[in-house]
């Protein structure tokens, strides 16, 4: 599961983890991984032996480098390992993260901006927002009932 624990953890993915353990289905979870410059062995590891991941896109899931480079790696696998992924739209419009609009271009500000000298880094973030943002998904509005999906 890729998620921005800030956004989600307490109100949203804590639930859902907690739910599909019950059901005794594994699911990783890297709050445990120290976070660094480059994506841990571990998280490549744990997405290279996923069949199904889950990525909840959130307001400020696309600040962090963090869950890009782990999108990207989760896209990767999905065309090598032929692996599902199923994108969740938690409180933010699809089109926002398919356009990177809103606060999906106020990170792109940014990121442009510190890393001007990798153009390609950030194109393929951009790349990998839009092809997920494609994906079949789940939609869920501030203020809608998020037990529907469990």
């Known amino acids: 599961m890729s998620f921005r624990g800030e956004d989600t953890c307490t109100k949203f993915t804590g639930h859902l983890y907690k739910a599909l353990s019950d059901k ?9 991984l120290p976070r660094g410059e480059e ?14 991941s889950l990525i909840v896109f959130s307001k400020n899931y696309a600040s962090l480098r963090w869950c ?11 065309e090598s390992k032929q692996q599902i992924v199923l994108p969740i739209f938690y409180e933010v419009d699809l089109s ?13 500000v940014h990121h442009e901006s510190k890393f001007k000298d990798d153009k390609k880094k950030v ?9 997920a943002a494609n994906l079949f998904g789940w939609h869920f509005k501030e203020g809608e009932y998020k037990s529907i999906l469990l």
């Open 96 to 108: 926002d993260v398919r356009n990177q609009r809103r606060s999906y271009g106020d990170a792109f």
């Open 68 to 78: 890009l480079d782990e999108l990207v790696k989760i896209l990767q696998f999905k």
């Open 39 to 52: 994506i841990s062995p571990a998280l490549v590891r744990a997405i290279e032996e996923s069949r199904i």
């Open 123 to 131: 194109l393929k973030w951009r790349r990998a927002l839009t092809e």
């Open 24 to 32: 005794g289905i594994y699911t990783f979870i890297d709050r445990e």
